[in-house]
């Protein structure tokens, strides 16, 4: 039942973290592009945060449309407690796992020919 | 504001793809990152690109299999695990996929009809397109014409095609009219020939030419290998030098690049001519000129010297092809007008040369070379592609009337199924299926 998060979930998860009541699919896609400058579609977004949705990990609500986009509304996303505490779950887990690890990952990583 | 609208295409991709809420939402963010980019100084082009890859992800990713998304759980669900969507298109269409099947003579019959129908418009369009839509490929392929003499053993204007009847021209008709002509920005007389080619046992003869300088300028041409011909070339006559396609060299000598360097000719065989390149691909010899067996394969430089004309003394001798390009400030109609007055110069001057015994004068005339290239042919290919298009529309009717017989066999089969609970457009959907599967 309590599937583990990937990584891209993991990555809207923590936007949502970072924008508090403003996160919505555009914003959310510039926090993720901000931090790590990958490109990510408007519909990878959504697809995610109905996943998570349908886990109850976040919430959505509509709001009011917006002149800026053309009297389209916004959908606003918030983490919910649930979601918080898989997050941070699953962080926890990759630092628990990674723990000293890293100087040989590093190691190894460094001796690959790129 | 303006601004906010998608482009039609993107508009039509998201109205087939997302549905409701979801995509108004996820229409709205594309647009805003759009509009923000263009607020941020990013080149417009660049900006659409973006929101034009952004739609086609955004739709393709909302349809993903495994990518559980509100549509699931939302209040269009139609219960009974059914899901909606592409899901229940894909399920429609194996079922098309089946119910073909399960016919396959009716199957193949509507396949091969419609298949018929669109290879062979298809197959005589490729041709129309080839030969008579795209224009020659050369640079400003409108400027190039041919000229040749025109003799009066022979129609004079092609009733057909408009196009004069030109036979090649003697030496020196083309040096005198070269000489005095105005229009023209280039000429190349060049003069197809024979070539023994390859070592004895295995030699062959291979249609050619002996060509001046002019006609690699005229035509473009670039080597693939090699070199193309230089000054002294044109001095040493035939014992020279040879450039030869890439068709060629493909086909006789497997692209060996070896080549380079060796005799063109069997050895012993009295001619000695040196392959110095090998023609680049895209080289397109002047097949106007040629009958389409006899396009030239090998180039040997024409001799300058004055030994050519010896041989050439009576008026029908004419070995000349002539290919010209026309300055920009003249036309085919002015240049074709200034070469009958030179031809009537040329018959006045030299009249044993130029007028037959029997009193008629030799005329010079001119041709469009794309005219000339299409020639008869274009007619006849206008009247097949109208054939071939009138075929197409028999069998897409043909295939029309077998889908109506067909449906009304299955009356049974739609009602069995609208009484079990298919809707209007789960019926509609099966039947766009099987009629979209079949071509």
């Known amino acids: ?23 919505y699919g555009a914003s959310i896609g510039r926090a993720i592009e901000r931090r790590t400058g990958r490109q990510v579609s408007a519909g990878a977004i959504y697809t995610a945060l109905a996943r998570l949705a349908a886990r109850e990990l976040v919430t959505a609500e509509v709001g009011s449309p917006t002149p800026e986009r053309g009297g389209r509304r916004r959908k606003y996303y918030r983490l919910e407690p649930a979601g918080a505490a898989a997050l941070s779950r ?14 040989k990952l590093a190691g190894i990583a460094g001796d690959e020919p790129q | 504001m303006s601004d906010a609208r998608l482009p039609l295409l993107d508009r039509v991709l998201v ?30 082009a660049r ?36 899901g909606t969507g592409i899901g229940l298109w894909m399920r429609d269409l194996r079922m098309a996929v089946r119910n073909l099947a399960r016919r396959p003579g009716f199957t193949l019959g509507v396949a091969l009809t419609l298949g018929l129908g669109i290879g062979a418009t298809a197959t005589i369009y490729s041709v129309v397109d080839g030969v008579m839509l795209r224009p020659l490929a050369y640079e400003d392929p409108s400027a190039l014409v041919a000229v040749g003499a025109i003799l009066p053993t022979a129609e004079p204007v092609d009733a057909e095609t408009g196009l004069y009847n030109l036979a090649p021209m003697s030496v020196q008709s083309y040096r ?14 060049f003069e197809p020939a024979r070539f023994l080619v390859g070592d004895l046992g295995s030699e062959e003869y291979v249609d050619g030419a002996r060509v001046p300088p002019e006609l690699f300028e005229i ?19 035939d014992d020279g030098v040879a450039l030869i396609t890439y068709g060629y060299w493909q086909r006789r000598y497997g692209g060996d690049p070896s080549v380079l360097g060796q005799p063109l000719e069997p050895a012993g065989s009295g001619a000695r001519s040196t392959i110095v390149g090998i023609l680049s691909r895209d080289f397109r010899p002047p097949e106007a000129f040629f009958p389409s067996d006899e396009v030239p394969e090998i180039y040997t430089p024409m001799p300058e010297s004055e030994e050519g004309i010896r041989s050439i003394r009576r008026w029908s001798l004419g070995t000349l092809h002539v ?41 010079i005339g001119l041709n469009d070379l794309h ?25 897409a009717m043909n295939a029309a009337t077998l889908l109506l017989s067909r449906a009304l066999d299955r009356k049974q089969e739609l009602g069995v199924r609208m009484a079990l609970g298919a809707g209007r457009t789960r019926v509609v959907r099966l039947l766009m299926g099987e009629a979209g599967i079949l071509p």
């Open chain 1, 1 to 23: 039942m309590d599937r583990a998060l990937g990584e891209f979930e993991q990555l809207i998860l923590f936007a949502l973290v970072e924008l508090e009541e403003k996160a």
């Open chain 1, 90 to 103: 699953s962080v926890d887990l990759m630092h628990t796992m990674s723990k000293g690890l890293l100087p």
């Open chain 2, 15 to 44: 109205s087939l793809l997302l549905r409701g809420a979801e995509a108004e939402v996820v229409v709205g963010d594309i647009v805003e990152r759009y509009i923000e980019d263009l607020a941020a100084g990013e080149a417009p």
């Open chain 2, 47 to 82: 900006a659409r690109k973006r929101l034009r890859r952004q739609v086609v992800t955004s739709c393709f990713e909302w349809w993903r299999p495994g990518a559980v998304g509100e549509r699931y759980t939302g209040n269009r669900g139609r219960g009974m695990g059914m």
């Open chain 2, 176 to 189: 005198l009219f070269r000489e005095r002509s105005r229009s023209f920005e280039n000429m190349a007389a």
């Open chain 2, 219 to 237: 035509l473009g041409g670039s080597p693939a290998l090699g070199r193309m011909f230089g000054g002294d070339d044109f001095r040493l006559g």
């Open chain 2, 323 to 363: 290919l010209g390009r026309l300055n920009p400030a003249s036309s085919v109609e002015g240049a074709r007008a200034e070469a009958e007055d030179i031809a009537a110069d040329l018959a006045a001057e030299f009249p044993d040369q130029n007028v037959t015994p029997d009193g008629h004068q030799i005329g």
């Open chain 2, 371 to 395: 005219a000339q290239t299409v020639g008869t042919t274009g007619r006849a290919l206008w009247v097949f592609l109208g054939s071939a298009g009138l075929l197409l529309l028999l069998t």
